[in-house]
């Protein structure tokens, strides 16, 4: 079953890639597991998933170690909001978090990294708020442009790109204009800061892929369509 939904999958991803004219590989399939146990995890990995996403700390915590330790070239990224208290616990496990909505995780990031002396940056993607109804996100360009600033300051961390999530409707053009205005922004931010290589654009669930990929999305975060319905 999530071997089979993965097939389906890639070739519904590859045909969205080539009906808008870009190169096939150009979009990454993330497998967000949140609810999921690591048996199914396993089962993704068997059939070619190798990059996850979470978006609680504590269920990272109790099922990516042992996956880890099985399986050496999978990649974990945080999705979810994050808690300032929770930055410590989870800098460990992840290579990107794609969730950065706030000044103050960026220091806080920064600050754990240098103290872990972990010897290596941390991805960080900023999440910006471009539907009605979510909440999070970055919600003014200046703001964003401060974080960005701020962060490719930072010696530990890596600004790589934008996240957004599109608004829960079944309006196809509110979903679109949505992406389109990640889209936009990001251009607006490379240009300000052409010295970094803000390219990553992580759009689209398991609702809205294709629309995220017609209009420029680098990377889909893909649950449901995958594992089917998570319990809670
Ligand atoms: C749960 C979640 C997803 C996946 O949603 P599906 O609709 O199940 O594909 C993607 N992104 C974020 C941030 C999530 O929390």
Do not use: W
């Not at 990649?75 to 496990?93: A, D, W, Y």
């Amino acid at each position: 079953m999530i071997g089979k939904n993965i097939k389906a999958l890639q070739n519904k991803i590859d045909n969205a890639i080539l009906r808008s004219g870009r190169e096939l590989g150009c979009v990454k399939l993330m497998a967000v597991s949140k609810f999921h146990s690591v048996q199914e995890i396993e089962t993704a990995i068997e059939s070619g998933i190798t990059l996850f996403g979470e978006n609680r700390v504590q269920e990272i915590q109790e099922k990516f170690p042992q996956l880890f330790e099985k399986y050496s070239n999978i990649e974990l990224h945080m999705i979810g909001s994050l808690q300032r208290n929770k930055v410590k616990t989870v800098l460990p496990f992840v290579n990107t978090i794609q969730s950065v909505d706030r000044i103050e995780l960026i220091d806080e990031i920064q600050k754990h990294m240098q103290k872990a002396n972990m010897q290596k940056k941390v991805n960080i993607l900023f999440e910006v708020h471009t539907g009605e109804e979510s909440k999070s996100g970055f919600l003014s360009f200046s703001d964003l442009c401060y974080a960005i600033e701020k962060s490719a300051n930072y010696e530990f961390i890596n600004p790589i790109g934008f996240m957004t999530m599109a608004p829960f409707t079944t309006d196809v053009d509110l979903i679109r204009q949505s992406f389109k205005k990640l889209k936009d922004i990001s251009l607006l931010a490379k240009e300000k800061f052409n010295q970094l290589s803000l390219n990553e654009l992580s759009m689209g669930m398991s609702g809205d892929f294709e629309i995220a990929i017609e209009e420029g999305s680098t990377l889909v975060r893909v649950g449901t369509a995958i594992f089917g319905q998570r319990q809670g």
